[in-house]
């Protein structure tokens, strides 16, 4: 079970500075976080196949990954989120993803 995220007082006031607005949504649902229908992809993508030596390796090699996605990139998940989150109320909850 996932705990919700962005609640500890020190991380409100941080969001809150920068405007970042909180989006409500389920706990957890796949069809909703973009880790998992935008990011986790793209990594597994480009990450396939490189053996790494060890954890800092494998640290420099994901931050390298993440900085050389522009930032656009970013944007068009988080607009596609709003789109998923229609889905999902279209669906009822269920699970849609390649339908």
């Not at 494998?58 to 989120?81: C, G, M, Y």
């Amino acid at each position: 079970m996932h705990g919700r995220p962005h609640t500890a007082t020190l991380v409100k006031l941080f969001l809150a500075q920068h405007g970042v607005t909180e989006l409500s949504h389920p706990p957890y649902s796949p069809d909703l976080s973009p880790l998992d229908f935008f990011l986790f992809p793209k990594l597994n993508v480009e990450l396939k196949g490189q053996i790494f030596t060890d954890i800092p390796h494998i640290q420099a090699v994901v931050t390298w990954e993440l900085k050389a996605i522009p930032a656009e990139e970013f944007s068009r998940a988080f607009n596609d989120l709003c789109t998923r989150r229609q889905r999902c109320i279209v669906y009822d909850g269920d699970y849609f993803e390649g339908l």
